[in-house]
Every structure is written in C-alpha cells, then in structure tokens.
C-alpha cells in the first residue's frame, strides 16, 4: 500500500528565505505527483504537476522536483514572502490505479515578517 | 466563473440522520471525486466518478453513499451508519485519466 510522507510537519521562517519541502513515498510505481497548498478552512489550490517521466516543474517561485527511483520530491520556494503561509500537500496516482490520490499530512509553513 | 461549488459551507447532523453535501462543477469534466480530511490525517478518497452514472468505493466508503446522474453534480450522502462523520469534506473534478485535479471550497460537517 503507498504510504505518502512530509517532514517537517510545521515549519517557520523568516521572510526572504529559500526554503525546501520534502515529500517521500513508498512505491516507486507512480503516475504523477501533485503538489497543493491549503489555507486554513480553505480547499486546495494545485501548484505543480510532475509526470513520472519528468524530473522538475517550475512556476514562478516554485520548484518541484522529483527521483522515482528514491521515493522523493522536493518543494522549493524562492524568496518566501508571508503569503507563502500555508499548508501544502503533495499527492501521488499510482500506476493501474485510474486517477486515485495518495496523500501526505502536509507541512504547515509559517514566514514571518 | 468556471470552479466548483460546494454547499453548504457548514452543516450540522443530529445523531441518526442523514444529511446530504453538494458539488457542482462547470469546468466540463469528466471526473468527480470526494475526500475527508481529519486533523493530522490528510484527505482520504471516499468515492470517485470517472463518467455519469458510474462511480467506485475508495478507501473510506462505509457510511457513505453518492449518485451521479448529471455530469455536473456529484452528491455525497453521509448515513447514519457513519459513526464518525465530524470532518472537513472536499469535493474535486478532474478532465479525467490522472489529469490535475480542482478542488472546491469544502463543507465542515459537525455533529450536533
């Protein structure tokens, strides 16, 4: 069964740094990869999709990356900013599991000013 | 504005009841899926729904039910066989296969 894991769970840092997210999973035998973010009492917003065949994504601030073969991927945020708090959420599909998610508990972010 | 709606945003069940959560979307898509989250638990997949009239269990389906008539709605029925059912619920559409999946507001359902 895939197992999806984030550390830390919380995380807090002062405005203008670069910060990484870590996200592992258990079965290598992925689809895609997602990474969300959450406000709080909010849904989720998609950041970045990574393709099993593909070894990052980049939007804007935003990096993800992603090793099939060790069970990782890493969100990377340049300069955050205090609108960068919140919770973010990475998830798998599977191979031979049509478009079921797998997710992580998430890392909640603080920046502070 | 294309998205998804759900309602209501809040919702309260007296015990033995059953009580029934919304979701529409206008992004044309093919797929609808439903997910709990608990505090320190993540989302975890209730039921999905790859085309209408059709939809499968997930990891969590007992005490739950859903129907799919229409390609824009996909509601969630919570039993009064869920014994548990104090959670944030999220609805979210996909254009199908394992395509991003957009996911509306969510509804908190408390337990009176």
């Known amino acids: 069964k895939q197992e999806v894991t984030q550390i830390p769970a919380a995380l807090s840092v002062p405005e203008g740094e670069n910060l990484v997210l870590n996200c592992s999973f258990t079965d290598s035998a992925i689809y895609n990869l997602q990474w969300f973010r959450q406000d709080p009492g909010k849904g989720l917003t998609s950041l970045l999709l990574?393709?099993?065949?593909?070894r990052e994504q980049t939007s804007g601030r935003l990096n993800a990356s992603l090793d099939k073969s060790s069970g990782r991927s890493t969100l990377y945020i340049a300069a955050s900013q205090p609108g960068d708090s919140a919770t973010y959420l990475c998830?798998?599909?599977?191979?031979?599991?049509?478009?079921?998610?797998?997710f992580g508990t998430g890392t909640r972010l603080q920046v502070t000013l | 504005d294309g998205g998804i709606t759900q309602s209501p945003k809040y919702l309260f069940r007296k015990e033995g009841q059953n009580v029934t959560l919304s979701c529409e979307q206008n992004?044309?898509?093919?797929?609808m899926y439903w997910y709990r989250q608990d505090p320190g638990q993540g989302l975890r997949l209730i039921y999905y729904s790859q085309i209408v009239n059709d939809f499968q269990k997930g990891d969590i389906a007992e005490g739950y039910s859903v129907s799919r008539e229409k390609k824009e709605s996909f509601p969630l029925t919570v039993t009064s066989a869920q014994k548990n059912p104090t959670a944030f619920y999220l609805c979210a559409s996909s254009g199908g296969g394992r395509e991003t999946q957009y996911f509306g507001p969510g509804t908190r359902l408390l337990v009176l």
């Open positions: 990574i393709q099993s065949s593909q």
């Open positions: 998830a798998v599909i599977q191979t031979g599991t049509a478009s079921k998610l797998t």
């Open positions: 992004l044309n898509h093919d797929a």
